[in-house]
């Protein structure tokens, strides 16, 4: 077997930051069970917006949720009432998932202790300028494409076309697997322009994975963007 690693993992602390920021030694195992479930809830909620990426800060009386997306406006929504039943939605599962067995009891990062109605959540959403140049974006396009029963060549080319149109994006690979076309046999379909050194720690990739559902089976959608490579300032 290969032994493959996650382009935006293998580079943590090296070009990426974390998604997750905080530290406790003391309920590490229980907050990161929560963290998972909670971005896990946050991407079925939202499907159909296009989001770059969901972070979250913890402090021992604050839950801050930081959603990058390309469309605020529809997340927002009038007069800010559709960032508010988020809002609403988000506590209530994070009280649901306290009561779950294995995570009764969380401590909160510097030894303060979550308890429900104490932890102040906060949402946060910013916008994402040039929506091309982020892989999770261009991924979630082509999914909406694919759903939309598209021929998933045209979906490929045309994704490389817009993607690579943008002057910071260096290199562009998308990539396509499942029963394409509703084919008896799963295949792979790839298109790549321009270069994807996946082996150089300081190029700086993004990438992602997602997933169109369709009638006939599950289509895996990954996209690599190469952005230059970065150096120490010094």
């Known amino acids: 077997m290969t032994h493959t690693a996650h382009p935006y993992g293998i580079r943590l602390g090296i070009l990426k930051p974390w998604r997750s ?10 907050v990161l069970k929560i963290d998972t479930l ?3 809830y946050l991407w079925r909620e939202l499907h159909g917006i296009l989001i770059e990426s969901i972070e979250i800060e913890r402090s021992p009386r604050a839950l801050t949720i930081i959603i990058k997306t390309s469309q605020p406006g529809i997340l927002i929504g009038r007069g800010g009432e559709g960032a508010e039943k988020l809002k609403t939605k988000i506590q209530a599962f994070i009280s649901k998932v306290e009561h779950q067995p ?16 104490r932890l102040e959540v906060r949402l946060t959403i910013e916008e994402v300028r040039m929506p091309e140049t982020y892989a999770n974006i261009v991924a979630q396009m082509m999914v909406q494409d694919l759903e939309r029963r598209l021929p998933f060549r045209r979906v490929l080319k045309n994704t490389i076309e817009k993607t690579n149109a943008n002057k910071e994006v260096l290199g562009v ?8 076309d509703g084919s008896e046999m799963g295949r792979y379909e790839w298109l790549r322009k321009g270069r994807i050194p996946l082996q150089t720690l300081r190029a ?10 369709l009638p006939y089976g599950t289509i895996g959608v990954k996209v690599w963007i190469y952005k230059g490579e970065v150096f120490d300032k010094k």
């Open 21 to 30: 920021r905080w530290f406790d030694t003391r309920g590490y195992r229980q």
């Open 38 to 40: 909670l971005r896990e």
């Open 102 to 117: 294995g995570t009764a009891g969380v401590r909160a990062p510097e030894g303060g202790v979550e308890g429900r109605g």
């Open 173 to 180: 690979k998308v990539a396509l697997k499942g029963r394409l």
């Open 204 to 213: 700086n990739i993004d990438y992602a994975l997602q997933e169109a559902r």
